[in-house]
T-cell receptor
């Protein structure tokens, strides 16, 4: 069974440009999470979907970040316009409800120059 | 609010020696505690978790951790390090409001194994 997949694995863009990260969760997992790790710091929660609904978006840094999960399957995270401080690794995770375990993807590394 | 402190961003041990990675947490509710590992060029993988019951938890690859409420700790140990254990380890806490397994992570500890 395929795990959580993320695309692209690495993206390098200039300040002011737009980037869209994609996450395909494990099939059947209603819960989908986005996390971010800025270099040398902790992995921080960004938001949580249950199917297509945003359950908790308390960790989203600002309105330059937009997450969607149309149809409750894959999710995208768009950063527009990107700033230098947005650089980091963006992790996606999925889980079954009540399972108590998140399955993580390999992450998308974003570098903003 | 919950928080996690991992003492030592880098730990080096000799092959065959004891591995001890420290984790202390802060939580206003009974915590659910996790250790995740990230091998190079891979995603985060669950090593072990504590939810309820026995406070000594065994995980994959010979790792175990003990939940000590009085010390608010959840240190990770392995009796004998192997070269393949070289990775970054993350401790995390959740109040597991079921349906939302939102995790609060520590800053991570990079483990190096010396041949």
């Amino acid at each position: 069974e395929a795990g959580v997949t993320q695309f692209p694995s690495h993206s390098v863009i200039e300040k002011g440009q737009t980037v869209t990260l994609r996450c395909d969760p494990i099939s059947g997992h209603d819960n989908l999470y986005w996390y971010r790790r800025v270099m040398g710091k902790e992995i921080k929660f960004l938001l949580h979907f249950v199917k297509e609904s945003k359950q908790d978006e308390s960790g989203m840094p600002n309105n330059r970040f937009l997450a969607e999960r149309t149809g409750g399957t894959y999710s995208t995270l768009k950063v527009q316009p990107a700033e230098l401080e947005d650089s980091g690794v963006y992790f996606c995770a999925s889980s079954l409800p009540w399972a108590g375990e998140l399955f993580f993807g390999e992450g998308s590394r974003l570098t903003v120059l | 609010a919950q928080s996690v402190t991992q003492l030592g961003s880098h730990v080096s041990v000799s092959e065959g020696a004891l591995v001890l990675l420290r984790c202390n947490y802060s939580s206003s509710v009974p915590p659910y505690l996790f250790w995740y590992v990230q091998y190079p060029n891979q995603g985060l993988q669950l090593l072990l978790k504590y939810t309820t019951g026995a406070t000594l938890v065994k995980g994959i690859n010979g790792f175990e951790a003990e939940f000590k409420k009085s010390e608010t700790s959840f240190h990770l140990t392995k009796p004998s390090a192997h070269m393949s254990d070289a990775a970054e380890y993350f401790c995390a806490v959740s109040d597991l409001n079921f349906g939302n397994e939102k995790l609060t992570f520590g800053t991570g500890t990079r483990l190096t194994i010396i041949p």
